[in-house]
């Protein structure tokens, strides 16, 4: 089965900032990966789709990458604001149409 | 709009009561999914389904029920048996397929124990 991790589980940056954050996971077959905001109290926001074979993604100020080798992805957002302050969820296929979620990374850009 | 609707925003149970979550997704997705989130957990898959009149246990699915007899619509019973009923669920859909197709999520029921 599919295992994510996400590390660390909570981060603040002052606004202005880049942040990095960092996804794990077991089983590298993979087709894609998905990130994930989820403000509090409300559902998930899908952010970015990775394709395997694109390796990197882009969507405004965020960017993020996947290496299949080493069953990392990672989330870049450039110049952090306080409206980026969330949880985000990084999330690895498995089975059939199957989604393994990480635990999140709680966020706080600090204005 | 295209979207998922999940009703109740918050809902309470009473001990030994089945209470149903309601589902409505207009994306024309044939799979849809009901997650278990905690706080400082990640999600955790209770049922899905990759097709009306069709579903599969998830990890968690002890407690609780599901049916599809339409395709927009995956209602979640959670039942006396789940000892534990206290947390936010999420409901999802996706186009069916490999490679896996992007999730879409609702915005979530929050249940409680009175």
């Known amino acids: 089965k599919q295992e994510v991790t996400q590390i660390p589980a909570a981060l603040s940056v002052p606004e202005g900032e880049n942040l990095v954050l960092n996804c794990s996971f077991t089983d590298s077959a993979i087709y894609n990966l998905q990130w994930f905001r989820q403000d509090p109290g409300k559902g998930l926001t899908s952010l970015l789709l990775?394709?395997?074979?694109?390796r990197e993604q882009t969507s405004g100020r965020l960017n993020a990458s996947l290496d299949k080798s080493s069953g990392r992805s990672t989330l870049y957002i450039a110049a952090s604001q306080p409206g980026d302050s969330a949880t985000y969820l990084c999330a690895a296929p498995y089975g059939n149409n199957r989604l393994a979620f990480g635990k999140g990374n709680q966020v706080v850009v600090i204005p | 709009d295209g979207g998922i609707t999940q009703s109740p925003k918050y809902l309470f149970r009473k001990e030994g009561q089945n209470v149903t979550l309601s589902c409505e997704q207009n994306?024309?997705?044939?799979?849809m999914y009901w997650y278990r989130q905690d706080p400082g957990q990640g999600l955790r898959l209770i049922y899905y389904s990759q097709i009306v009149n069709d579903f599969q246990k998830g990890d968690i699915a002890e407690g609780y029920s599901v049916s599809r007899e339409k395709k927009e619509s995956f209602p979640l019973t959670v039942t006396s048996a789940q000892k534990n009923p206290t947390a936010f669920y999420l409901c999802a859909s996706s186009r069916r397929g490999q490679p896996n197709q992007p999730q879409h999520f609702g915005d979530g029921t929050r249940l409680s124990i009175l």
């Open positions: 990775i394709q395997s074979s694109q």
């Open positions: 994306l024309n997705h044939d799979a």
